[in-house]
DNA sequence: CCGGCTTGGTTCAAATTGGAATCAAGCCTC
DNA sequence: GAGGCTTGATTCCAATTTGAACCAAGCCGG
């Protein structure tokens, strides 16, 4: 095998790259920061909140949402138990599937959501979305969006 | 306190948050998978490999690589010691401030960051760099290099 | 209807993380 | 030069995360 020297990043490769990681983990940081003090959430906690609320019936399938979340199946089982114990999502049996879990979120955890929602937006104004111009807001949504669909998709050629 | 409604996110907002929640994820979670598989790496232990080989003397001192690599002092210092029992890196103590430490990358760290450099780089590139245009590479850098530099200084308005 | 493969979720153990507490050492100010 | 605040790093502990193993339960082809 002849061991081909890799193509590395150039300058402005490189700069999207240390950007791209930068940022990813300030935002992350600040956004769980947020939430665990003003909320006393973590941030994947927010999240199952926010993707049950919006979905039918308030609930979801676990693996549904665990794909939502980017999450791994146990790491939502753990979550997810949580949550419960915090009277924040129940779980239901699915009936079309006998080994199926539902998670709804309870009224309860609605009214947690309500209440965390607006200090959320806000952090993820001032890290974010308030800190881009409108174009460069849209030219982040079209790049992220391609890498996302990309990723999710089995990387058709 | 009045309790104003908070300025919620439009359409195109909520696009680029949600690319941006997906992307930071999915990106994350392959690259951990790349390193685990092809170098038995961490992408956090990755990162002190390149940040120490980047530096002068191959060496840099705790508080300033937990700050580089955006995480907890803790985090980092249990990093360094797993990387110092592989043979990868290696403590000593700062000359000019007796409490200091210096992290410093030893031959053998260098040799296993070079070779995991090209399959992590090509890593880097299927999921985020060869994904986007040269132009939204651009737009991708500038818009995430400033939320890097606002949410490093201490957010001057 | 019966093995055999895939799916859906949970359980388990091991690794990682992060914050608070700790401890030593630098840096002042008075 | 003594007391008091800040800094640098580690230790400790509780929470979280992940993959592997596991246990049903569906879904076939023969």
Redo the contacts between chains.
Sequence with gaps: MPMEE????DD??R???I????????????LEQQLKDDAALSHTQY?VLVQLSAAPDRSLRMTELAER???SKSGLTYQVTQLERAGLVARRSCPSDVRGVIAELTDRGMEVLREA??GH??A??????D??T?E?????????????R???GC?PP
């Design positions: 890799p193509r590395w990043l402005r490769e700069a999207a790259w950007g791209f990681l930068s940022a990813t983990n300030l935002v992350s940081r600040k999240e979340l980017v999450t929602a607006p937006v806000a993820v104004r001032e890290s974010l979305i800190v881009l409108p460069q807001l849209d030219h982040l949504a079209a790049g992220l969006g391609e890498v996302s990309r990723l999710r990387t």
